[in-house]
């Protein structure tokens, strides 16, 4: 009913930018949290940073200062602009979105994840 659709993602140099985006669509009343991850190969997935509706924002310790996250309500999107890349930051990305949808006067809602965008920092 709802998905969560990632774009920009590649292969980019050690200090290079790049952004990512990721689109809900489905049926959707409203979206609150929104939020990125990430996943390296033989590691766990760790939260890079959230976003709220009001746009309240949280970083990572390991992306404060490189990585911005920013939403667009009306487009039910979330981006991530990535500045300063390290090699440490090659991963799959992925996003997450809390969506409500209505059900006759009641409202559910459900975490959503995206299939993930792969992003490789070359040195």
């Known amino acids: 009913q709802v998905q969560l659709v990632e774009s920009g993602g590649g292969l980019v140099q050690a200090g290079g930018s790049m952004r990512l985006a990721c689109a809900a669509s489905g049926n959707i009343f409203s979206i609150d949290d929104m939020a990125w991850y990430r996943q390296a190969p033989g590691k766990q997935r760790e939260l890079v940073a959230g976003?709220?509706?009001?746009?309240?924002?949280n970083y990572a310790d390991f992306v404060k200062g490189r990585f911005t996250i920013s939403r667009d309500n009306a487009k039910n999107t979330v981006y991530l602009q990535m500045n300063n890349l390290k090699i440490g930051d090659t991963a799959v990305y992925y996003c997450?979105?809390?969506?409500?949808?209505?059900?006759?006067?009641?409202?559910?809602?459900?975490?959503?994840w995206g299939q993930g965008t792969q992003v490789t920092v070359s040195s």
């Open positions: 997450n979105a809390d969506v409500s949808w209505q059900v006759g006067p009641a409202l559910k809602s459900k975490d959503y």
């Open positions: 976003i709220s509706r009001s746009g309240a924002r």
